[in-house]
């Protein structure tokens, strides 16, 4: 029932204007719409006119309340009827009342087809809510686990079945996790000792996705105390989508140990190196810790600056979201610091220059289109976990990637990062050759804004150019361009590259390749990127197209040289707070 009320009004509303799934008919008075004691082979809700319930002296259990709000008499109402032809994970209930027309009444009414369909979709948020509550999974992004619920099986299981038992030989490819969606299961030692009882959200079998050994024995035996329903997934369907899950958890807790590592670091004992870059409100320099010797890059800013230009929750939004950010194709905050005039963040130094700058110096000002494609997909693993975090990203472009000394991307600069939930933004932001319609429009906009930016780099990258503008295209005819969709379909690029440009560039957003249910799990499953091994290019092990010259570990020669000066900053203005530095 949790899952029918968190769905219907969304997914019923969507299904019941379906003209394919949705039928709208006429009944008079006294045309029985449900049977009560059977299952109902259609979902109705009326549109005008009345229907009415009547208890049914067949059914003997208790109505559920949560399904129909139904009283033992004769009573009229408003509402979804028939819900018991929703079968979710073969469990087939009876509608519990008669249903007929009261009064001459329009109705619409959801066929078996648009049943199942729905039922899909209950089960599926079932899954995709399971595996989010468990916490070996958590670093995955939403579409890894959107991918899992693809290899899930849910299966009843019955009261004394086991479905682990101490000693049996694990370690294939067959064996298989277990959530518990419903019921109980009892885990006993060697000895059959109870050792503990599991129920809904909780897991077993967790061994088979963590152990590298291939051939190992089972310590326990869980059995099913009642009849019960679990989802599984099998170890090989598992690392078929994800690779090994113990990667996954090595990754992150590595991450997590430098971070605990660099919690003593204070601004005083970093040694200050030649600047990477320089902004309205500051510079990022190359730094050095006196004690270890490391390399990190200090982004230090203006307080003064940053309120006289009104950004103070720009950059508040940046530091916030950038300590959520963990990913090998994203930059990672190490720490922050602030003083009278500044704040500072301390991030992970990538010395290997911008992307742009390499792009600037191919012939023609492009890439080959294999190292397009190794780019655009490395930018598709950074926005995924972004997304995930609900961080739209909205800055994509070729100044913002750093290559790092492997030659793999590092998406750099969250100054217009912003948490994104259900609700649309509405701000007026971004490079304007990179700007997604619905920003220029100002209907409000969301993490498609940075599918639309994809499909532009990629174009950029193809070509030398980006889509909807030269080198002397003033702004305000380059906004009427991408509102029009006015551009060239590139030359050269093959027909697949092309396609992917072509459905990423699509004015409507929700229409985009990458903003349907299953995110950008079906835009990594494009034919342009057919053959690219994901788990591959995560774990860094396929090689770059070009690996940055760097003769140690502090060389600069990738970057612009500055003037290095640190002028003095002005105090703020009276008046003026800096209550948003807070979270430095």
Request: a negative charge; one cysteine or more.
């Amino acid at each position: 029932g949790d899952s029918l009320f968190s769905l219907i009004y969304v997914q019923a509303i969507r299904l019941m204007t379906s003209p394919v799934l949705c039928k709208h008919r006429t009944y008079e008075r006294g045309t029985p719409l449900v049977n009560g004691g059977k299952t109902s082979k259609c979902l109705v809700t009326p549109l005008s006119g009345l229907i009415a319930t009547e208890p049914c002296e067949d059914v003997g259990a208790p109505v559920e309340s949560g399904w129909i709000d139904v009283t033992p008499t004769r009573d009229i109402h408003t509402g979804w009827f028939g819900v018991s032809a929703l079968i979710v994970g073969d469990e087939v209930r009876v509608e519990p009342l008669d249903v007929v027309v009261q009064l001459d009444a329009d109705v619409a009414l959801l066929d078996a087809a648009g049943c199942d369909a729905m039922s899909e979709m209950i089960e599926r948020k079932d899954i995709r809510r399971a595996l989010r509550g468990v916490d070996l999974l958590r670093t995955l992004s939403d579409t890894e686990i959107e991918a899992l619920t693809l290899e899930i099986s849910p299966m009843f299981v019955k009261a004394g079945e086991t479905l682990i038992a101490a000693g049996d030989r694990l370690g294939g490819a067959d064996d298989a996790f277990y959530i518990i969606h419903r019921g109980e299961f009892a885990v006993h030692d060697r000895e059959h000792r109870e050792i503990i009882r599991l129920h809904r959200g909780e897991h077993f079998g967790e061994r088979s996705l963590l152990s590298s050994v291939r051939d190992f024995s089972a310590d326990c035996t869980c059995r099913a105390t009642e009849t019960s329903y679990v989802f599984t997934i099998k170890r090989a369907a598992f690392e078929r989508h994800m690779g090994p899950l113990r990667d996954h958890l090595d990754r992150h807790d590595a991450w997590l140990k430098e971070l605990e590592a660099a919690k003593g670091i204070e601004i005083g004992d970093l040694m200050l190196l030649p600047t990477l870059g320089v902004g309205t409100f500051g510079r990022v320099r190359l730094v050095e810790h006196r004690s270890t010797g490391k390399a990190f890059a200090l982004k230090s800013m203006s307080k003064s600056r940053i309120a006289k230009y009104r950004q103070q929750s720009h950059v508040r939004d940046e530091c916030l979201l950038m300590r959520q950010i963990s990913h090998p194709f994203c930059a990672r905050l190490i720490k922050t610091y602030k003083d009278d005039v500044k704040v500072h963040m301390l991030l992970e130094a990538t010395l290997g220059g911008e992307l742009f700058r390499y792009l600037d110096t191919q012939p023609g000002g492009k890439f080959p289109e294999d190292w397009c494609r190794f780019y655009a997909a490395c930018v598709v693993l950074a926005l995924e976990h972004m997304h995930s975090q609900g961080i739209v990203y909205r800055d994509l472009k070729p100044e913002n990637l750093l290559l790092d000394p492997d030659g793999y991307i590092k998406v750099v600069d969250y100054g217009f990062a912003k948490k994104v939930s259900k609700e649309k933004t509405y701000t007026v932001c971004g490079t304007p050759d990179y700007i997604a319609p619905e920003i220029i429009s100002r209907r409000g906009h969301d993490r498609a804004v940075d599918l639309w930016a994809l499909g532009v780099l990629i174009y950029e990258m193809v070509t030398g150019l980006p889509p909807f503008s030269d080198e002397d295209t003033p702004d305000k005819q380059i906004y009427d361009n991408i509102t029009n969709l006015r551009y060239q379909t590139p030359r050269g690029a093959t027909v697949s590259c092309n396609s992917l440009i072509k459905v990423l560039l699509v004015k409507t957003p929700s229409k985009r390749l990458g903003c349907g249910r299953a995110g950008l799990l079906e835009l990594k499953r494009h034919a342009w990127f057919g053959g690219l091994d994901w788990k591959a290019l995560i774990r860094k092990e396929i090689p770059a197209p070009v690996v940055p010259v760097l003769e140690h570990d502090k060389d600069t020669s990738n970057y612009e040289k500055y003037v290095e000066r640190d002028d003095p900053e002005p105090a703020m203005a009276a008046g003026t707070s800096d209550e948003w530095a807070d979270v430095f």
